[in-house]
């Protein structure tokens, strides 16, 4: 089967891989480079219990079961490309960080608890006992052990080498325009190629991974073309030196930090509807090193190494666009918004079993794209 991707985020390179090593022909068209967009610019936290909404989430159980399956994906993936992933099973700390936010972050403990979901409840000494440069005046915090993190940076260099050796090609610098439809079926695409001339893939089936900029393509169904927009974040990375000032996650109210082994201390991140503007604000920074600054003091030594924004990719119901579309051989891969590290496994499987089946997978029933046509 010939298949041709738009986008070489994790969701088309994840796809691209599982179908590859299926035995499809799959090329990835991929407007920069691979990772260029929202991917590469994630905190990669696998935080399903931390982020469970206090409202109904209907995408909840497919980001638990993608968590479920990260340990597995880690092995395949790591065994496939040779990259080590530094996925760290270190847990989360979400603390409040005065007496409103306690009341809050209660709730939240609650509706974990009700939900069925592994978290405890620890008092701000005991917090500090893990962490023990968190704020003196955190009053206490929800441990969730099972919420970890992976480096969004190895997982895209994974995949690309993952695709490459199960036979998938990656071409970077290759702008899809539109993709072609005639008589209820999808049969290729048409755009530029890395040298500007206008170019046309044929394909049995098109895998939709644009992201953000899924909008910007012609030949979609219906309303789906203007079904996902842009949510903005910005992120910052500093410096741990001498040594690692956090081991865990930890999730505050204005932002959250994450450790990396190689010293790296992320902070993120803001949610701003801006559409494509993509600039950092002083605002956005000050937010954040405010933010970091009343969880972790130490915050305001470190030197600060580099910050950078991304596009989150959210559907008008911010809930994953995974399967078929009303047209033949046209499939989603989208919608990821504020979870498609999380979800890389499980859109991988998914996509990959509708592309293959023809059919929407059972776990995503609900997913499917054609609700917002
Ligand atoms: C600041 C921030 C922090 C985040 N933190 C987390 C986190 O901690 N945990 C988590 O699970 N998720 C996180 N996310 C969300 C996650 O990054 C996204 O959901 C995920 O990366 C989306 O992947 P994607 O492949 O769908 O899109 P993208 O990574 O945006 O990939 C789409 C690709 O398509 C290409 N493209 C677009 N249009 C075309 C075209 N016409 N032709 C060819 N190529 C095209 C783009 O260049 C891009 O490379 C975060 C996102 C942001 C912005």
Redesign the pocket.
């Known amino acids: 089967m010939e298949v041709v991707v738009?986008?070489?985020?994790?969701?088309?390179?994840g796809v691209a891989w599982r179908l590859a090593s299926a035995g499809c022909r799959v090329r990835v068209?991929?407007?920069?480079r691979?990772?260029?967009?929202?991917?590469?610019?994630?905190?990669?936290?696998?935080?399903p219990v931390s982020e469970a909404e206090l409202i109904e989430d209907s995408a909840l159980e497919l980001k638990l079961e993608s968590l479920r399956r990260w340990p597995g994906f880690v092995a395949s993936l790591e065994a496939a490309s040779g990259v080590e992933l530094e996925y760290r099973g270190d847990g989360t700390l979400v603390v409040a960080l005065d007496r409103d936010d306690a009341e809050q972050v209660r709730r939240h403990y609650e509706r974990m608890v009700e939900l069925g979901l592994p978290a405890s409840w620890v008092s701000g000494e005991e917090a500090r006992g893990m962490e023990p440069l968190l704020s003196p005046t955190i009053p206490a915090a929800i441990s969730i052990p099972s919420d970890h993190q992976v480096d969004?940076l190895r997982l895209i260099e994974a995949l690309v080498v993952a695709v490459e050796r199960a036979g998938g090609v990656i071409e970077s610098g290759?702008?899809?325009?539109e993709i072609e439809v005639w008589g209820g079926a999808a049969r290729g695409v048409v755009?530029r190629g890395a040298d500007g001339a206008e170019a046309r893939w044929a394909a049995e089936v098109v895998v939709v991974?644009?992201?953000?900029?899924?909008r910007?393509?012609r030949g979609l169904p219906g309303r789906l073309g203007r079904a996902i927009r842009p949510v903005?974040?910005?992120?910052m990375a500093l410096l741990m030196e001498p040594e690692p000032v956090l081991r865990r996650v930890v999730r505050a109210p204005e932002c959250y930090l994450i450790p990396r082994r190689d010293g790296r201390l992320i902070l993120?991140?803001t949610s701003e509807e801006r559409g494509f503007d993509e600039r950092l604000t002083a605002g956005g920074m000050f937010e954040l090193l405010r933010g970091a600054w009343e969880t972790l003091p130490i915050t305001y030594e470190l030197p600060l190494l580099r910050s950078w924004?991304?596009?989150?990719?959210a559907a008008l119901d911010n809930e994953p666009l995974l399967g078929q579309t009303s047209v033949s051989g046209l499939v989603m891969?989208?919608g990821?918004?504020?979870?498609?590290?999380?979800?890389t496994p499980i859109t991988a499987d998914v996509v990959s079993e509708a592309v293959l089946s023809g059919a929407q997978p059972a776990l995503a029933a609900h997913l499917s794209p054609r609700r917002l046509e």
């Open positions: 738009i986008g070489a985020g994790v969701a088309g390179l068209l991929e407007r920069a691979p990772g260029a967009g929202a991917s590469t610019a994630a905190a990669g936290m696998l935080a969004p290759v702008e899809v325009e755009g991974a644009a992201g953000a900029w899924t910007r393509l903005k974040g910005q992120m993120g991140a924004t991304g596009l989150r990719p891969a989208g990821l918004y504020r979870n498609g590290i999380l979800l």
